[in-house]
């Protein structure tokens, strides 16, 4: 693997990490990889295992979170079969599986963050901390909302999922795009690489080739727009020390433009079902 980018870790170590690029699959690898990650996860910042509305950012993203999971679970919708049984892997605090079960799905979810279990079960909705506590052998649908690039054994746990999923099953991905305008645009800076949380950084190109080493195959492909704009903002952030809310708009517009140009978006959700 040949040295792609030098980056740090802005949200809570400030340490210096390598961004390491395998050429065969068109995927980052994060280098080195501390040995306990956890502590890395340990920051009242790290939004995505927080139900805050302080800052001005917090309540940008809680107010796209309503209307992300409204999305997600017309998106799911649309593959429900049979008893529409849900698994969302990395299911954080729980918002997106209460939304599906509302909607009449039977849900379960895995989350190996304690402070987020914990959350999630003061909304009344239990969390297992891995797989081996789930009540069902099979799914129609798995979720990985901004997960996969998390997983430390990618190969074993994709083919664990696979082998949770029905023959006729789903599974929906949704991770960040290194190939992305504002990804080049912001480099070093751009927030969505969150080293060392996340562990891979994808490309359309990866996740085809992932998919088809496991014998699954791409149908769909869907952009996540609001991404842009949030990513940007946090990149401003971390390269000027403030918030540009109309430097990062600019550069989140100009990014979904060219996205929807080029299918290069910020982050993008891939529909994967099993190659017959």
């Not at 990618?154 to 023959?167: F, H, P, W, Y």
Request: charged fraction near 25%.
């Amino acid at each position: 693997m040949k040295p792609f980018l030098q980056t740090k870790d802005f949200s809570v170590s400030g340490e210096d990490f390598e961004l390491l690029h395998n050429e065969e699959m068109d995927m980052l690898v994060t280098h080195p990889r501390p040995e306990n990650l956890a502590p890395y996860y340990q920051s009242d910042s790290y939004i995505s295992h927080t139900d805050s509305s302080k800052t001005l950012i917090e309540k940008m993203y809680q107010t796209v979170k309503r209307f992300s999971l409204w999305s997600k679970t017309q998106l799911i919708n649309k593959y429900a079969r049979g008893n529409k049984t849900l698994l969302d892997f990395g299911a954080g605090t729980g918002d997106f599986l209460i939304a599906a079960k509302n909607r009449g799905w039977f849900v379960e979810g895995v989350e190996p963050n304690r402070d987020a279990r914990w959350r999630s079960r003061e909304k009344r909705m239990e969390l297992c901390r891995s797989v081996d506590g789930l009540s069902r052998n099979k799914f129609q649908v798995i979720t990985l909302w901004h997960v996969l690039e998390h997983l430390p054994d990618l190969e074993d746990q994709v083919r664990q999922l696979k082998q949770l999923l029905e023959d006729d099953g789903t599974l929906i991905i949704a991770v960040p795009n290194f190939r992305s305008f504002d990804a080049e645009h912001y480099k070093e800076f751009w927030a969505a690489y969150d080293v060392p949380r996340h562990l891979w950084h994808f490309s359309r190109t990866a996740i085809d080739k992932l998919s088809a080493k496991h014998s699954m195959k791409v149908i769909k492909i869907k952009p996540m727009i609001f991404d842009a704009f949030y990513v940007s903002l946090l990149s401003e952030k971390y390269k000027s020390g403030k918030s540009s809310f109309i430097k990062a708009f600019f550069i989140g517009f100009i990014s979904n433009f060219k996205g929807w140009l080029t299918q290069e978006h910020s982050s993008i959700i891939y529909v994967l079902q099993k190659a017959e």
